[in-house]
């Protein structure tokens, strides 16, 4: 009787005159509940069926891009030397003589190829860290500054135009960057931006960047600024969104007490805005660190040559370059590890950022 009892207390309560256990209201209303659930649920998706079906091409995109190439991750720990016989499976013991271990990240770390990799871990690093410096903060900015334009049709002309850029493909973007920092040759002129620094600014080591070929964008001492620049254009507008929605949803009350304790728009903005959109700017820090080493490979792509290789070569363009070949012989197995390197630092930091976030503000991603 006493193991009955200690099995049943969580959800029956004893009588003590009868002697005898008994099922409460409120365990009869849970137990009813359990045995509709599945009926709701199968109600609910009846009735909302046209949302649910909107719902299908999000998870084939992540079913196609997302999770069947991890299949491929496979192949950082094969031999891209030897190829497997036709009609025998990976998972064979023919198949077995085609495992390479770790080799490939030895090769990737310590080997013949491990400065290639650095240097392009390093570029990468020093971009996205530029980018997470001066671009997350830029849409905040942004957005405090749209909420204290009072008029809404300014307000929304201004909106559309920042909003814009996000829009243009990421090949309009690049041409416009090269057009506007070219440099003067015997076909064009040179670019609006390129006359703007030289007047404004007297400097040669500048003026001898606008005038190398190719023009600032190519130059290696300027193509990082050039990035972050034209990054900040085309995604600072489009990502104030969040943050916009963040702060108008902040009580006028808390403006009006602020203001009878005689504080200015600084003011405002410093001790009643920012505290209350502080759960929003940490979840989205948190998003961003979480691509924090995913600097966009076709950017980067565009925007590089033999004159700024030095500075632009990041990981996504080195893998590219040993899978196609454009590296010494050719390595797609080192390339697909040095990506998962760069993937799993990137796992590491936003679970970093996320334990830091839920220790230091109590609010966390997860």
């Not at 920092?181 to 080591?205: C, H, K, W, Y």
Request: glycine share 8%.
């Amino acid at each position: 009787m006493q193991l009955f009892k200690l099995k049943c207390d969580d959800f029956l309560e004893y009588d003590e005159a009868s002697g005898t256990y008994y099922m409460p209201a409120e365990q009869q209303v849970r137990d009813e509940a359990e045995k509709t659930h599945w009926k709701e649920v199968g109600f609910t998706l009846l009735k909302d069926w046209r949302l649910y079906l909107m719902l299908i091409p999000m998870l084939l995109v992540y079913l196609l891009w997302r999770y069947m190439p991890m299949t491929n991750l496979l192949a950082a720990f094969k031999n891209p030397n030897t190829m497997l016989p036709s009609g025998i499976s990976a998972g064979s013991d023919v198949g077995l003589q085609d495992w390479y271990g770790l080799t490939n990240f030895d090769e990737l770390f310590f080997g013949a190829q491990a400065n290639l990799f650095w240097a392009a871990f390093r570029n990468t690093f020093i971009i996205a860290f530029y980018g997470l410096l001066f671009g997350f903060p830029f849409p905040i900015i942004l957005a405090l500054f749209f909420n204290e334009i009072k008029s809404n049709i300014t307000r929304s002309i201004l909106q559309v135009c920042v909003y814009l850029p996000k829009f243009m493909s990421t090949v309009i973007i690049t041409t416009l960057a090269i057009a506007l920092f070219r440099a003067p040759g015997e076909t064009n002129e040179m670019g609006v931006l390129s006359q703007l620094m030289i007047t404004l600014f007297d400097n040669p080591e500048l003026e001898a960047g606008v005038n190398s070929v190719g023009g600032l964008v190519y130059s290696n001492n300027y193509f990082r600024a050039i990035y972050q620049i034209t990054g900040i254009w085309e995604h600072g507008g489009y990502d104030s969104i969040v943050f916009f929605a963040a702060v108008i949803a902040v009580s006028p009350t808390s403006y009006e007490a602020a203001q009878m304790d005689g504080a200015g728009k600084m003011q405002q903005m410093r001790y009643v805005v920012l505290p209350s959109i502080l759960s929003t700017v940490v979840i989205m820090l948190i998003m961003k660190v979480g691509t924090l080493l995913s600097v966009g490979y076709e950017k980067v792509y565009l925007m590089t040559n033999t004159g700024n290789y030095e500075a632009g070569r990041i990981v996504a363009v080195l893998s590219n370059a040993w899978a196609t070949g454009d590296q010494t012989g050719g390595n797609a197995a080192l390339g697909i590890a040095a990506e998962m390197v760069n993937n799993l630092i990137g796992m590491i930091l936003v679970i970093g950022a996320n334990t830091i976030a839920r220790k230091a503000t109590d609010v966390s991603l997860y």
